[in-house]
């Protein structure tokens, strides 16, 4: 495990960990910003006007309402990455972090915008009378790149599993384990088999379970954040401030946190917020290319509301709850993850301002500290040996090993820093954490107490297996692009099986391989939509002309 996370995490540096990729995100999102004269804060009334159905004629071809596509697009985006991305940034980047998740949301509006005005203008119907859609279609159709398209397919069909399915499942059984001690394997089966009852319905049933799974879900974790939120009032201020202050320099060490540079932030901020709302990557506009409209622009319009809904009020409001309750810092009891887990030779002292120094530019990339080969003597649990044992970027403490439960005499071997614990041995002790485990610890702090959890529970599990529900219609169309309806069928008993299959695979592992799956699909998304910059420019110019009247004059 540790062999595969290493080759992904060098995949994923070269690609969606790498600054050229964080350029290109958001300098696609800013050049039709300025060139469309910033749709993103012009267009809201009249986004919101459409999804009531103001807009809507009789006749307009399509599957679903202007509603059920905004639901079923914010099905796909509001997931993991609402709960467990936003901690997982923070916990890479510190509170700076929040800001570049809420920059991405910004530009990302427009980039949605045209990614879907594009996608809808170049839909086809499919031979059982549905509509298709996505980047891939406006690749073949208008750019006659169907090489370019495939690539898109391909990458689709992969992130469906990278960024839908597999951290979904993950999180949750993660999450129901913490919660309710229930077995990952459990879990992941119940679940993998509802999953296969509703994506075989196609898109109509999609759409009706995501129409109101979305609006439910959303009550609950909003009740559940702004109590957290409120209990910790004196901290809002002061959390306000940490997102700004360190924007630019980066954030400095707090509690157990030993600090993060404006590159880690940058990177982290911008990658996780692409994660959460998915602008760019070209996942949403194969759900609008269902939504019955008789003008591409108008679903633009539409799209644009994702990331607004997405992260700058989902996720601002996880992030909140995360620096309020003051966790993100903290030092908590948990079961360390074996692609967490790093061991250095010699022992460093926490309380020692060099040693922390020396750590924090290693966890950076600043320096390299000499990782420990050997073996460990472990007595009743307790190791012995000069070495340092980081887990989850942090120096870990209190560390117990267990082996079926019980506690551990024997030896453990080391190999250039890693500690193989596959063989049923399990390292407990105190550590930061990240990801869904530590917005489910942030959610204990308030009048709720530890029934906090329950709410990050519930949550998690319609956040993230409403989804899976619209990932699994997504990879199915690049199927259908590429081999027919008929291969679909096939599609969705790989993706089911995956889901079961992820449920409990390394958590660490699952996140780096979502990284370049994201990669994958964005690239070739922004190369076309730059390309018909002109023709969308033209398009909008065409559709104010024609309905300024209606929408109350609205300026181009």
């Known amino acids: 495990m540790n062999k595969l996370n290493e080759i992904l995490s060098l995949v994923d540096g070269y690609i969606g960990g790498s600054q050229w990729f964080v350029f290109l995100l958001l300098g696609t999102g800013l050049f039709f910003t300025f060139y469309l004269r910033f749709p993103q804060f012009r267009y809201l009334g009249p ?41 997982l940034a923070i916990h890479l980047g510190g509170p700076a972090a929040l800001f570049w998740m809420f920059a991405t949301a910004l530009v990302g509006m427009t980039t949605k915008f045209v990614e879907v005005t594009l996608s809808h203008k170049y839909r086809e119907k499919t031979a059982d009378g549905t509509m298709a859609g996505g980047p891939m279609y406006y690749m073949k159709n208008r750019l006659n790149m169907k090489w370019l398209a495939v690539i898109f397919a391909v990458a689709t069909i992969f992130s469906s599993f990278g960024t839908g399915n597999l951290p979904q499942i993950n999180s949750i059984a993660n999450s129901m384990h913490a919660t309710f001690g229930i077995d990952k394997i459990i879990t992941g089966g119940v679940l993998a088999v509802l999953l296969g009852f509703v994506i075989i319905g196609g898109i109509k049933r999609i759409a009706q379970v995501t129409s109101r799974l979305v609006p439910i879900m959303a009550v609950i974790y909003f009740v559940g954040a702004v109590a957290v939120i409120l209990f910790n009032y004196q901290n809002i201020v002061p959390s306000i401030i940490s997102v700004f202050s360190d924007v630019f320099t980066g954030t400095s060490a707090a509690g157990g946190f030993l600090g993060a540079s404006f590159a880690f932030a940058f990177n982290r901020g911008v990658n996780r917020g692409l994660f959460s709302n998915e602008a760019g990557q070209g996942s949403a506009p194969i759900a609008h290319a269902a939504a019955r409209a008789h003008e591409p622009v108008s679903e633009g319009m539409v799209a644009l509301l994702e990331p607004f809904i997405d992260t700058i009020i989902i996720c601002m409001l996880t992030g909140l709850v995360i620096l309020s309750s003051g966790v993100w810092s903290e030092k908590l009891d948990n079961q360390f993850q074996s692609a967490d887990i790093e061991v250095l030779a010699g022992r460093y002292v926490e309380s020692h301002e060099a040693d922390r120094e020396q750590l924090a530019d290693f966890l950076l990339g600043r320096t390299d500290l000499a990782r420990y080969t050997g073996g460990l003597q472990v007595t009743e649990g307790r190791i012995a040996g000069d070495v340092t044992i980081l887990h989850a970027r ?97 599609y969705r008993i790989v993706y089911v099986i995956g889901f079961f299959f992820a449920s409990f695979t390394d958590t660490t592992i699952v996140w780096t391989f979502s990284g370049i799956t994201i990669a994958m699909m964005t690239i070739p998304n922004l190369i076309g939509i730059l390309m018909l910059r002109k023709e969308m420019k033209s398009e909008v110019k065409a559709f104010w002309k024609e309905y300024s009247d209606f929408f109350g004059n609205q300026k181009t």
Do not use: C
């Not at 809507?56 to 997931?79: K, N, Y």
């Open 47 to 87: 986004a919101f006007r459409i999804v009531r159905g103001k807009f809507d004629r009789q006749g307009d071809e399509g599957d679903t309402s202007h509603f059920q596509a905004l639901t079923t697009a914010l099905s796909g985006t509001v997931g993991t990455g609402n709960i467990a991305g936003v901690a």
């Open 394 to 490: 942090s120096l870990a403490g209190e560390i117990v090993v267990s082996k079926d439960g019980k506690p551990f005499t024997g030896m453990l071997h080391v190999v250039n820093g890693h500690l193989p614990v596959d063989d049923g041995t399990r390292l407990h002790g105190k550590s930061l954490i990240h990801s869904a485990p530590l917005t489910t610890e942030a959610f204990t702090k308030s009048w709720f107490g530890a029934s906090g959890r329950y709410i990050v529970a519930i949550g998690l599990l319609l956040f993230a297996f409403s989804t899976a529900i619209s990932w699994s219609y997504y990879g199915g169309r690049a199927v259908t692009f590429l081999f027919g309806i008929k291969g679909e069928i096939y």
